[in-house]
């Protein structure tokens, strides 16, 4: 399947095809010099497929987790850029998760006053959500992609046969993104989630083409892109307060989701898809600490937050509201949850 992002004077495929990283160099131009990112944790065999279809290509590998996604990780990989002699006619391929799209792509955003950027994506959720789009950044501390720039890629190249060698939480991780995309934009998605087995396939196409979609419609997120924040408010306050690598970021956007749902029903049944899909319980942090991190979320302005609320599968709604009201938002929930788990344990 090929896909199309059309945008203004940067338009660019994006492929989702078994096998495609063995014609990466199809997809790419090959007559120049190629720095494929990529991260320890990123089987060899799909790091050395790509580059031997990029003659000319250097690999540079950062430590895989949330905790190279930082400035000092991306001065260590620019300045292995420029040592290899890269110019402004050469392109950096991110090979790996959101955090290697991320980080290459910001790298690419910025060497040289911007070089081009490939994207391939070797996780779930990489593939359903972070590889289209062109948002790049890096984390401040515990602050979650607070510097960044938009940076479209060139081509975005989606393999499901690299899925085969990542773990169930991984997977369980990258699918609570693509529940996400249906539970703001797609009630036959999250429709998909009920099938078994799950359709993989289906559920990252289906994705990607609304993804797409949305980018088209809002690319720098003036309007609607903002819908795809939804379950990252507290979710991304859940990341920071938790130190990054403890919870993978789809299981914090999964756990930030809950507090935004706006029907019971749809919530119990949000709630048996992630048991489902073996997403974990994340303990809720101090209300305190929580609003601290979304207080300083590149999100907010003076006094009001745009948060992201979900009353009816697949119709997300953008809304203004005061610091107050998310606080409130935790703290029923919150009580909601105690007064559920004490139920449970009187059954």
Request: hydrophobic content about 40%.
């Given at each position: 399947?090929?896909?199309?992002?059309?945008?203004?004077?940067?338009?660019?495929?994006?492929?989702?095809?078994?096998?495609?990283?063995?014609?990466?160099?199809q997809?790419?131009?090959?007559?120049?010099?190629?720095?494929?990112?990529?991260?320890?944790?990123?089987?060899?065999?799909?790091?050395?497929?790509?580059?031997?279809?990029?003659?000319?290509?250097?690999?540079?590998?950062?430590?895989?987790g949330?905790?190279?996604?930082?400035?000092?990780?991306?001065q260590?990989?620019?300045?292995?850029?420029?040592?290899?002699?890269?110019?402004?006619?050469?392109?950096?391929?991110?090979?790996?998760?959101?955090?290697?799209?991320?980080?290459?792509?910001?790298c690419?955003?910025?060497?040289?006053?911007?070089?081009?950027?490939?994207?391939?994506?070797?996780?779930?959720?990489?593939?359903?959500?972070?590889?289209v789009?062109?948002?790049?950044?890096?984390?401040?501390?515990?602050?979650?992609?607070?510097?960044?720039?938009?940076?479209?890629?060139?081509?975005?190249?989606?393999?499901?046969?690299?899925?085969?060698?990542?773990?169930?939480r991984?997977?369980?991780?990258?699918?609570?993104?693509?529940?996400?995309?249906?539970?703001?934009?797609?009630?036959?998605?999250?429709?998909?989630?009920?099938?078994?087995?799950?359709?993989?396939?289906?559920?990252?196409?289906?994705?990607?083409?609304?993804?797409?979609?949305?980018?088209?419609?809002?690319?720098?997120?003036?309007?609607?892109?903002?819908?795809?924040?939804?379950?990252?408010?507290?979710?991304?306050?859940?990341?920071?307060?938790?130190?990054?690598?403890?919870?993978?970021?789809?299981?914090?956007?999964?756990?930030?989701?809950?507090?935004?749902?706006?029907?019971?029903?749809?919530?119990?049944?949000?709630?048996?898809?992630k048991?489902?899909?073996g997403?974990?319980?994340?303990?809720?942090?101090?209300?305190?600490?929580?609003m601290?991190?979304?207080?300083?979320?590149?999100?907010?302005?003076?006094?009001?937050?745009?948060?992201?609320?979900?009353?009816?599968?697949?119709?997300?709604?953008?809304?203004?509201?005061?610091?107050?009201?998310?606080?409130?938002?935790?703290?029923?929930?919150?009580?909601?949850?105690?007064?559920?788990?004490?139920?449970?344990?009187?059954?």
């Amino acid at each position: 399947m090929k896909l199309n992002v059309n945008l203004p004077g940067h338009g660019y495929p994006i492929y989702i095809e078994r096998g495609s990283l063995t014609a990466a160099g199809q997809r790419i131009p090959v007559h120049r010099r190629t720095c494929i990112v990529t991260d320890d944790g990123i089987p060899a065999k799909w790091v050395n497929t790509v580059k031997d279809t990029l003659p000319g290509s250097f690999v540079v590998t950062i430590p895989h987790g949330e905790g190279s996604k930082n400035l000092a990780t991306m001065q260590q990989v620019l300045e292995q850029m420029a040592e290899a002699g890269m110019t402004r006619k050469d392109a950096v391929v991110a090979v790996g998760g959101g955090v290697c799209g991320d980080l290459a792509g910001f790298c690419a955003a910025v060497y040289m006053r911007g070089i081009d950027f490939y994207n391939i994506p070797t996780t779930v959720l990489s593939q359903v959500d972070s590889s289209v789009g062109g948002k790049t950044a890096v984390d401040l501390g515990s602050l979650k992609n607070i510097i960044g720039a938009f940076w479209q890629p060139k081509a975005v190249i989606i393999d499901p046969d690299v899925l085969s060698t990542l773990d169930d939480r991984q997977i369980a991780a990258g699918l609570a993104e693509a529940l996400k995309m249906g539970l703001i934009l797609d009630p036959g998605l999250v429709d998909l989630f009920e099938q078994d087995p799950l359709p993989v396939d289906e559920i990252i196409a289906r994705s990607v083409d609304l993804k797409r979609m949305i980018v088209e419609e809002d690319e720098k997120e003036q309007g609607r892109r903002a819908l795809l924040n939804f379950g990252h408010t507290v979710g991304h306050a859940m990341e920071g307060a938790w130190g990054l690598d403890a919870w993978l970021h789809g299981e914090c956007v999964a756990a930030g989701m809950d507090f935004m749902l706006e029907d019971d029903t749809l919530r119990a049944r949000v709630a048996g898809l992630k048991q489902k899909l073996g997403l974990p319980e994340i303990p809720v942090p101090e209300t305190d600490v929580l609003m601290d991190y979304i207080r300083h979320d590149k999100k907010t302005g003076d006094a009001h937050i745009t948060i992201v609320t979900v009353a009816e599968a697949g119709k997300g709604r953008l809304s203004r509201v005061p610091f107050d009201e998310v606080r409130r938002r935790i703290e029923a929930r919150k009580q909601a949850a105690a007064g559920e788990h004490t139920e449970a344990a009187h059954e």
